[in-house]
């Protein structure tokens, strides 16, 4: 006969206290990171409705990960590295799908990133059309790469190496460098 937990005992108690500090631990970590789902959503999204359903599906990701993440890596590159892999399959899914969902600024100022990355309106349309030709593994680098980070830091994300990094990004710069001088629009 299975054993019924009373509901004020000191076991249920504690689980609701581990659960909530979860909540909180997942609300610092996200208030901390919302940029960088940002940053991911913009180079992957135009439609700002449809990047708004795809920065909700990255927290969504990223709670269903949370209880697995034991500090292996920093918290930035988890968050990159979730948020990515999020990004990359939401553009291969079929983009007509009708989704049903809360809205997002109870979370997130997603109004606010949008403002925040059109400041510049030329030199974005000309990066995020370039941007926009390259494959999805490219696109990741590209973003990492103006974000600052470093190589190291960019294939632990990447799952890559080093040494493959710099060569992609140099294969990547050549290719824009030519695609710029082609259509004669300079980004400077």
């Not at 937990?5 to 909540?23: C, K």
């Not at 135009?46 to 708004?52: H, I, K, L, S, V």
């Not at 920065?55 to 590159?77: H, K, N, Y």
Request: glycine letters at 6%.
């Amino acid at each position: 006969m299975a054993q019924m937990i009373h509901p004020l005992s000191p076991d249920l108690a504690e689980d609701r206290a581990d659960d909530a500090r979860d909540v909180a631990r997942f609300a610092s970590l996200l208030e901390q990171q919302k940029r960088t789902l940002y940053k991911v959503a913009y180079i992957y999204c135009r439609d700002p409705e449809e990047r708004q359903d795809l920065i909700q599906e990255m927290v969504f990701q990223l709670w269903r990960a949370f209880p697995g993440f034991g500090g292996r890596s920093g918290v930035a590159t988890w968050t990159y590295r979730v948020a990515l892999n999020v990004a990359i399959s939401w553009r291969r899914r079929d983009r007509s799908r009708i989704r049903d969902t809360a809205p997002l600024e109870v979370v997130l100022n997603v109004a606010g990133a949008d403002q925040a990355f059109d400041a510049d309106i030329e030199k974005s349309r000309v990066l995020r059309t370039l941007i926009d030709g390259l494959d999805e593994f490219s696109r990741s680098l590209v973003l990492l790469y103006l974000e600052g980070l470093d190589h190291a830091e960019i294939a632990a994300i990447l799952g890559t190496s080093t040494s493959n990094v710099g060569t992609r990004l140099g294969r990547i710069r050549h290719k824009l460098k030519a695609q710029i001088n082609r259509h004669g629009e300079p980004l400077t």
